[in-house]
């Protein structure tokens, strides 16, 4: 089945199947208005979105918004890595993994400088597949607080959570 998976650049055509791919796999966080605002707001740069078809499905697809930064007196454009989706049927069968892949050589005709991401734990394996590298974690805690202003309680504390977000980066892309 995934010699027959096509990755393709997305078209104005394949919107209503990504729009439906990403609602079905999260639920209540993405609709039409969501991807208006995210893809197609005017005075932007274009993002990269590409889909992985099977006999003319969408089965999955990353998108990557653009980033404009400035270093050391210099402007770089780099684009993040952000909504993506794969259906549940074509896990785990190194699918994503391609379309990060063709992105990339997406960005290199592009003229793009780098490439970034914050993957969740099902993506990062594919992500570092690809050739991405950790450059950062990032360590952070969360706690409830009062909402009459009282002072931190011992059971407040203790309700901190931590987290950690990797900031991965294309390895053949260095800026500086």
Known sequence: MTDEIVIEAYENKDREECIRLLAATFPGTSDDATFKWRFESKGRIDPIILC?????????FNS???????????????YQSGESATHSEYRGKGIFKNVVRQADQVALQRGIDFCFGFPN?????SFIKSGYRPVETYRYALRFLHPFGKRKSAELVAAARYF?????????RHVG
Request: without cysteine; glycine residues 6%; hydrophobic residues 35%.
């Open 164 to 172: 950690e977000d990797t900031l991965l980066i294309q390895d053949d």
């Open 121 to 125: 734990p099902i993506s990062y394996s």
């Open 64 to 78: 990557w918004i653009p980033w404009e930064f400035t270093f050391r007196r210099s402007k770089y454009l780099g």
């Open 52 to 60: 992985a078809k099977h006999q003319g499905k969408i089965v999955s």
